[in-house]
């Protein structure tokens, strides 16, 4: 099964100090099927939107909700005909221009060329609809959005080593665990004792995580001391347990490691999503928080695996 990704920041796809997905840096018709010139004089308008997660579930795009890049969108005539294909750009935007004026369908495909996030959407998301009703009626452009949720239990079983949905698939990676990860910040702020990744690249690996996705959860005010603090935090809070493997699963990302290829994209859209869910984390049950802890405690435990 094809699940490659292509995702990544809050704007999933600006630049980063690791790149850890495929950059698409801008919307882009494929060549063989540009949108067809309208005849002189016939009324032209756009079909536009976005394609996102829906964390809060309510049906409408968020701010601070992660935008999703590299996905390939179709649009169809009146009878069914490929008019276009584009794929989203680093602001999750797509955009079909020029369209001569009628019924069209915008449809978000579940099976594409590899190369892109749909299979990635098809296996782990789900949407109120992949396609879309659109109509054209003159110069004024109207906007068709798909908003994804992430299927939990779906992921959780993928995650699951022994593979209790007896699916056949379980992912692979190379994550490392939070003892690892605290271990690199007591030696970095004690300065003795052995590492294996030095204070310098730790530090660096901080300052990735604060330009990651959201202002929030993560600020590190007091270097490598701020990062322990919140790893080796003893609270039962489910918060506060799921900022403990969220962190360990950004470590992972800024220093490649994590879920193996193809899936690191999809590492880097979970992460994004769990810093939404950590930043309103009011919105969400005590259950539905330590779900998510659970999926970041099992990218963070895949280098044990194997």
């Known amino acids: 099964m094809n699940r490659t990704p292509a995702v990544r920041r809050t704007r999933i796809g600006a630049a980063l100090a690791v790149s850890f997905a495929l950059a698409v840096s801008g919307?882009?018709?494929r060549a063989q099927e540009q949108n067809p010139a309208p005849d002189a004089g016939q009324v032209t308008g756009s079909v536009e939107g976005i394609v996102s997660l829906d964390v809060d579930g309510d049906g409408s795009?968020?701010?601070?909700?992660?935008?999703?890049?590299g996905v390939t969108v179709e649009l169809?005539?009146?009878?069914?005909?490929?008019?276009?294909?584009?794929?989203?750009?680093?602001?999750?935007?797509?955009?079909?221009?020029?369209l001569g004026g009628g019924a069209y369908t915008v449809s978000v495909p579940k099976s594409t060329a590899a190369g892109d996030f749909n299979e990635s959407l098809a296996s782990w998301f789900s949407a109120p609809s992949w396609q879309?009703?659109?109509?054209?009626?003159?110069?004024?452009?109207?906007?068709?959005?798909?908003?994804?949720?992430?299927?939990?239990?779906?992921?959780?079983?993928?995650?699951?080593?022994?593979?209790?949905?007896?699916?056949?698939?379980?992912?692979?990676?190379?994550?490392?665990?939070?003892?690892?990860?605290?271990?690199?910040?007591?030696?970095?702020?004690?300065?003795?004792?052995n590492a294996?990744?030095?204070?310098?690249?730790?530090k660096g690996y901080l300052a990735a995580i604060e330009a990651l996705y959201l202002p929030e959860p993560f600020k590190f005010p007091d270097g490598f001391q701020s990062a322990l603090d919140i790893l080796g935090s003893?609270?039962?809070e489910a918060l506060d347990l799921l900022l403990k493997q969220l962190?360990?699963?950004?470590?992972?990302?800024?220093?490649?490691?994590?879920?193996?290829?193809?899936?690191?994209?999809?590492?880097?859209?979970?992460?994004?999503?769990g810093e939404y869910l950590a930043a309103h984390s009011s919105l969400f049950s005590r259950e539905f928080l330590l779900k998510a802890k659970d999926i970041f405690d099992l990218i963070n435990n895949t280098g044990s695996w194997s």
């Open 196 to 202: 294996q990744v030095s204070a310098a690249t730790m």
């Open 247 to 273: 962190l360990g699963t950004e470590f992972n990302l800024v220093s490649g490691r994590g879920l193996a290829e193809p899936w690191f994209g999809l590492e880097g859209v979970l992460v994004a999503w």
């Open 132 to 193: 879309q009703a659109a109509q054209v009626n003159g110069t004024e452009g109207a906007s068709y959005n798909f908003l994804f949720n992430l299927n939990i239990d779906q992921i959780l079983n993928d995650l699951n080593p022994q593979d209790p949905d007896g699916n056949g698939f379980s992912f692979n990676g190379n994550g490392n665990t939070i003892g690892y990860w605290k271990h690199q910040l007591e030696v970095a702020i004690e300065g003795k004792g």
């Open 234 to 236: 003893e609270s039962s």
């Open 27 to 29: 919307l882009s018709v």
């Open 76 to 98: 169809r005539d009146g009878e069914g005909n490929l008019v276009a294909t584009t794929t989203t750009n680093a602001s999750g935007q797509y955009s079909f221009q020029n």
């Open 61 to 69: 795009h968020s701010e601070g909700e992660p935008v999703l890049a």
